[in-house]
Structures are given as C-alpha cells and as structure tokens.
C-alpha cells in the first residue's frame, strides 16, 4: 500500500500538511464508521460514494470542493492523472460531529410525527364540532315535531302543503 498513499517524505509528491496522498492515476475505497466531510486540498478526483439504500452517486472533485459522506458508506477516491510537475492529489477526513446527526434523527423521529398528529388534531376537531352541530340538529327537530303536530290541529302553526294555507 506504500505505492498507493505517499508519505510526506516522497520526493517530488509534497502535499500540505494535515493531509493524505494519492498517487496520479490510483484508487483508494474509504469506509468511514462516522460521518464527515472529504475535502480535496489539491489536485483532482474522481469520486463514487454508494450508501445503504442508495443509488450510487458519481463526481468529480477540484482542489477546495469537498463532499459529505454517511457513515457507513463506501467511498471509492481515485486520483486522475495530472500535467508534468503539477501537484498530486491531497485530501483531508474531517468527521462531523455527532449531536448534527442527533438532531437531524430528533427532527425525523420527533418533529414530524408531532405536525402529523397536530394537523390530525385539527381534523378530529373539525369532525366533533360537525358532529355536535348535527346531533343538535336531530335532537331539535324530534323534540320540535311533535310540538309542532300538537300546536298544528289548533290552528296555531301555519302549514304549507301543496300550496294551501289551514289555519
């Protein structure tokens, strides 16, 4: 693997401190236990990352672009083959920290459900109310009927039927 990633002390291959080396033209495969961030420091790279439950994704990555990687993904970092005398590829692995994945899980597991179960809440609401309006409904036309049909045969309610008034 001494050919692959090149030391600091490799002649004519300098990279910047703080970073790792890939010779022109070799492939590395990365799998992080944690997310972070890949970032290029010089050079170009091509770069697939595949992910549990993902389609793979295919890029290209300048020096100064960096991408994000999910824990537990496969990342394949090839190093493209660079004009005489420019600088190889040198990368840098940051990871990130965990309370930003805490809190993504806490939206999904938390937030979300809560906004379903409020606008559920509404809902349940609305249907009581109309509910409630339409037992008040029937509770007053049963009282109201037979009222109505006692108060009728003494000439005190006015009925329509078929276009005649009694009374």
């Known amino acids: ?28 495969s990365l799998h992080p236990r944690s997310r ?16 549990a439950g993902q ?8 020096a100064g672009e960096g991408v994000e990687l999910p824990a537990h993904s496969h990342a394949v970092l090839e190093a493209w083959p660079q004009p005489v005398g420019a600088p190889a590829l040198a990368w840098q692995w940051a990871a990130l920290p965990a309370v930003a994945v805490a809190s993504l899980d806490w939206r999904q597991a938390v937030a979300v459900p809560a906004r379903d179960l409020s606008l559920a809440g509404r809902a349940l609401l609305e249907a009581a109310g109309r509910l409630g309006r339409g037992l008040l409904r029937l ?5 109201v009927r037979p009222w109505v049909a006692s108060h009728a045969g003494r000439g005190v309610v006015w009925r329509i039927r078929w276009g005649l008034r009694s009374g």
Not at 36 to 51: E, P
Not at 139 to 143: G, H, I, K, Y
Request: positive net charge; without cysteine.
């Open 55 to 62: 389609a793979s994704t295919d890029m290209v990555l300048h």
């Open 139 to 143: 509770a007053a036309s049963v009282l």
């Open 1 to 28: 693997m001494h050919d692959v990633i090149f030391p600091p002390s490799a002649p004519g291959l300098a990279r910047p401190a703080g970073s790792w080396g890939l010779l022109p033209g070799r492939a590395l």
């Open 36 to 51: 972070g961030r890949l970032a290029l420091v010089q050079g170009r790279a091509w770069l697939t990352v595949s992910a």
